[in-house]
């Protein structure tokens, strides 16, 4: 027992002594923290887009347009504060503060905003905008025709040959087409659409107020016809609370997705690391030192001991870094942290994670031991991990339907198969399947990492010491206790 703690130490020091482990520790967490930060960040860096609005209709739509545009730019507006209001004021006074803003302008839903959510409109700032409609240039304004206009604004937007920079960055000619506005939208670059969708969106607003004023509809009308938002309040028989549902109630399907998906990039991870681990010690001979003065036993188990630790590690730190995360969402959420904490604890959810969790691992840990103890190079490797990889995609695929249809057939079945079971069954927990089929999945779960077990001791001890090309005939050979 003693030799076994000293190899899993060993194993554990070898890696978390290193700054590379760090450093790969931070990657999931920083990629998170990058993901809900990046949307924002594109939204407020990317240039503002000068445009132009060449008017050839005849009938002032140039203003309307522009007026459109504006009103557009006022919803998102009025969709940002909602968001910004909702964690602290609730999903009623957010609406409120959303319809207001879309009646009596940004500055109406500021004050509102202060009013009903004082921590938010603290922090809160307008995005930046990405489009703005600047003065028609007098050349293109005086055009009598979409070609002489054409020709006027295309300068504008190249550049004159000496200033790379345009004094345009798009600009559309509105027309009439059967009747109703039409325009052509001119700029410099393909890729970059939004000022396009910006126009196209105006547009659209415009030929919709016509037609709607045109059957007697006044813009009013079709602003309280836009603006109807039913009250419907969801309640469910699952939850335990006379209330409507709401987020408390859906986080524990939340809690479990992630969890799934948590626990699957740690335990690729510390498999991966135990595989290379192996099989870097049995190409430099060092498996044969150790197999000198411990048993198979005790080197198998300490390593797969060591990674646990490893694992257990990364979990901590991202443990800590999620409660620091859901600590600084209390500061405009409150009540949030104790609603985490009733889903983990109630009806013991935290431990069925954790006996996924610990059955999950051992599986997949003595399965890639196994791998790495019969290949002494990576590519020996490919050939047994492509097939085991593109099995544990098959998992992840399903989770996602497991978070809103826990009780479909597809998720029940596989949730069955207990190499899938430790990933699938955090997610349908939460939508309290029969218990009978959280005590089968589980004994099949532990059936399966006995069987695991007993195969990678096998494996490992036959593997060890086998020399030669990797193929079935020489990897059953070295199982049946044959020279290879």
Not at 76 to 82: F, I, R, T, V
Not at 290 to 311: H, P, W
Request: glycine fraction near 10%; proline fraction near 5%; hydrophobic fraction near 50%.
């Amino acid at each position: 027992m003693r030799r076994l703690f000293l190899i899993a130490r060993r194993e554990y020091f070898a890696y978390t002594r290193t700054v590379g482990f760090w450093l790969s520790m931070l990657v999931l967490p920083g990629f998170i923290l990058l993901g809900g930060m990046l949307p924002a960040y594109m939204k407020n860096a990317a240039p503002t887009r000068n445009i132009a609005i060449v008017d050839l209709s005849g009938q002032q739509m140039g203003p309307a347009l522009k007026a459109a545009m504006d009103k557009n730019r006022l919803e998102e507006d009025a969709d940002d504060l909602h968001d910004a209001a909702l964690p602290e004021a609730g999903r009623e006074k957010a609406d409120a503060l959303e319809e207001l803003t879309r009646h009596q302008g940004l500055q109406a839903g500021l004050e509102r905003l202060r009013q009903v959510a004082p921590r938010a409109a603290a922090a809160w700032k307008p995005s930046k905008q990405s489009v703005v409609v600047v003065a028609t240039p007098p050349a293109a304004a005086a055009a009598a025709s979409v070609a002489e206009a054409e020709r006027a604004l295309r300068p504008l937007i190249d550049g004159d040959g000496r200033n790379s920079k345009p004094l345009l960055d798009g600009a559309v000619i509105l027309t009439l087409q059967d009747g109703e506005p039409a325009g052509r939208f001119w700029s410099k670059g393909v890729t970059d659409t939004r000022a396009e969708d910006a126009v196209r969106d105006g547009l659209i607003e415009v030929v919709r107020g016509q037609r709607l004023r045109a059957l007697g509809v006044s813009d009013d009308q079709a602003r309280r016809v836009d603006t109807v938002q039913p009250a419907l309040d969801v309640f469910s028989t699952r939850s335990g609370r006379n209330e409507a549902v709401g987020l408390r109630d859906r986080l524990p399907g939340l809690v479990g997705f992630a969890f799934g998906m948590l626990l699957w990039s740690t335990i690729i991870t510390g498999a991966s690391i135990l595989m290379n681990s192996v099989m870097e010690e049995k190409s430099n001979r060092v498996l044969e030192v150790l197999l000198s003065s411990a048993s198979t036993t005790e080197i198998l188990g300490g390593k797969v001991l060591g990674v646990a630790g490893i694992t257990a590690t990364v979990l901590g730190v991202w443990t800590a870094i999620g409660a620091w995360g859901l600590s600084t969402l209390a500061a405009v959420a409150p009540g949030i942290v104790g609603d985490f904490v009733s889903v983990l604890t109630q009806g013991g959810l935290i431990f069925y994670l954790l006996a996924y969790l610990v059955g999950g691992y051992l599986m997949y840990a003595f399965l890639f031991t196994a791998v790495g103890a019969f290949c002494e190079t990576p590519r020996e490797a490919q050939t047994l991990l492509g097939p085991i990889m593109i099995m544990l995609s098959a998992p992840i695929i399903v989770l996602q339907l497991a978070i809103r249809t826990p009780d479909m057939p597809l998720v029940k079945v596989l949730s069955w198969v207990p190499l899938f079971t430790p990933f699938l069954m955090p997610a349908r927990i939460p939508s309290e399947p029969p218990l009978w089929e959280i005590a089968g999945t589980m004994l099949g779960m532990a059936l399966m990492a006995a069987v695991m077990v007993w195969i990678g001791g096998k494996a490992f001890r036959a593997g060890a010491l086998a020399t030669g090309k990797l193929d079935w005939k020489n990897v059953l050979a070295a199982m049946r206790g044959e020279r290879s």
